[in-house]
């Protein structure tokens, strides 16, 4: 069946450093594939998305671009903050699924002043 | 729209006893999903419901377990009886469609001792 699998965390970075969560996929389809971000004490938010490979999906001074031949989505911010200290979800959706939203594990990050 | 409201945000109690968490989703949207979110499991999906019929219950853990959706702008998930393993936080989510953009409720923190 179809999985998400995510970089365990906490990440602890530094103010400004570069940010990268791993996040790869298996799935018999085509997938779509997400980010949501959840702030301290808040529900998900949808971040990023991207539909089709080699998409590229942004918001927020963050970017994750949909790599089909490596099943990957990879989490990328050139400069932290600390307001970006939150948990990551990456997840999926496709046919198999049945459209819906197949969830990784979650990755807490953590940027220390 | 003021989004996704679930109450209560915090339920403390005792085993044994009915627990009943209520979500307005955000008016238009046709999916409601009901979701549990612990440290163990991570986010789970424990029903969901399109146009205010169960369309997928299969996530809902024992007959303990009862959603309903009498309105588009009502649901609830109720508890009978509780225990301690109900821990968790419960998040509600609604769409205008299936696929994606689920927006968040703050979420209800259920504790039971």
């Known amino acids: 069946g179809n999985s998400v699998t995510q970089m365990e965390g906490p990440v602890t970075l530094s103010e400004e450093a570069f940010l990268t969560i791993n996040c790869t996929y298996t799935?018999?389809?085509?997938?779509?594939l997400f980010w949501y971000v959840q702030y301290p004490g808040e529900g998900l938010q949808l971040l990023l998305k991207?539909?089709?490979a080699d998409d590229k999906g942004s918001n927020k001074g963050f970017e994750a671009t949909y790599r089909k031949e490596t099943t990957s989505f990879h989490l990328e911010k050139g400069s932290v903050q600390v307001s970006d200290s939150a948990v990551y979800f990456c997840?999926?959706?496709?046919?198999?699924?049945?459209?819906?939203?197949?969830w990784g594990a979650g990755t807490k990050l953590i940027i220390k002043p | 729209d003021a989004g996704v409201i679930q109450s209560p945000r915090h339920e403390v109690t005792e085993m044994g006893q009915e627990v009943t968490l209520r979500c307005k989703p955000i008016?238009?949207?046709?999916?409601l999903f009901w979701y549990r979110q612990t440290m163990m499991r991570g986010l789970e999906l424990l029903i969901y419901?399109?146009?205010?019929?169960?369309?997928?219950d299969s996530g809902m853990p024992e007959d303990r377990f009862s959603a309903k959706m009498p309105n588009a702008s009502f649901s609830t998930l109720k508890i009978q009886p509780s225990e301690p393993r109900d821990s968790a936080v419960y998040f509600c989510?609604?769409?205008?469609?299936?696929?994606?953009?689920?927006?968040f409720g703050q979420g209800t923190r259920l504790t039971v001792v």
């Open positions: 989510a609604s769409s205008r469609r299936s696929v994606t953009e689920a927006f």
């Open positions: 008016s238009g949207h046709d999916y």
């Open positions: 419901f399109n146009n205010n019929v169960p369309i997928d």
């Open positions: 799935a018999t389809g085509y997938p779509s």
């Open positions: 991207a539909t089709k």
């Open positions: 997840a999926l959706t496709d046919m198999d699924s049945n459209y819906q939203l197949i």
